[in-house]
């Protein structure tokens, strides 16, 4: 998505440990009219299936994913990261590992708000090797819901998340792919779709 991929050009920051930091418009400060033409672009990809949830995992896919939901006009659920040890019996409950912080967290989500009358597009900022993506993919199956797409802001295409995700036959929409990000002269190369 030329958009897209124009304000990481222009806005986009290259971290150390192959971070692209593009939270001046999309993980902290969030400029909700590009995530409305994200919202309608992903409309337009997944047209066609019976999408009735979108869910994603706190806390940086929650903006995206709220406007994603109003363009589909469905609820959106957002998996918790959580501090208990016990957990409940009334929650769906996975490992994800947090590439960002290095950590690996317990993450729920009600039982009460999914369940096998589901059809989830998941949706969050960015792809990098994967875990997250898993880790909600198992969240979707044990509620003996449907995964009818996988809708990613920022890909890192050199990263092996998008590989695993797609060998799932899973539909998997990625706005912006970058497959090379050169830290030392801030040179971002976007995959052409
Ligand atoms: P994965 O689980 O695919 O390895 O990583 C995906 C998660 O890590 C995303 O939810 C996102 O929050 C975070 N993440 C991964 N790579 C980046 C990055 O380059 N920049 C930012 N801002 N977040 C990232």
Redesign the pocket.
């Known amino acids: 998505m030329k958009l897209l991929e124009d304000r990481i050009r222009k806005d986009g920051i290259l971290?150390e440990g192959?971070?692209?930091?593009?939270?001046c418009f999309?993980?902290h400060q969030m400029d909700v009219k590009l995530f409305h033409e994200m919202g309608m672009e992903f409309k337009r990809l997944f047209a066609g299936k019976p999408i009735n949830k979108i869910l994603t995992?706190e806390a940086?896919?929650i903006g995206i994913a709220c406007v994603v939901a109003e363009c589909f006009d469905v609820p959106v659920l957002f998996a918790k990261k959580s501090q208990s040890i016990n957990l409940s019996g009334d929650v769906y409950a996975t490992k994800?590992?947090?590439?960002?912080h290095k950590r690996v967290y317990d993450v729920i989500v009600s039982k009460r708000f999914i369940g096998p009358e589901d059809h989830v597009l998941i949706i969050?900022?960015?792809?990098?090797?994967?875990?997250?993506?898993?880790?909600l993919i198992e969240l979707v199956q044990d509620a003996g819901a449907t995964v009818e797409g996988i809708g990613i802001c920022?890909e890192?295409g050199f990263?092996e998340?998008g590989k695993l995700i797609r060998a799932t036959g899973i539909q998997l929409e990625s706005l912006a792919i970058v497959d090379r990000m050169d830290p030392a002269t801030g040179e971002i190369v976007f995959r052409e779709q």
Do not use: M
């Open positions: 971290a192959d971070v692209l930091k593009v939270d999309l993980n995992i940086s896919g994800i590992q947090s590439y960002t969050d900022d960015f792809l990098a090797n994967g875990c997250a993506l898993q880790g920022i890192k990263q998340g």
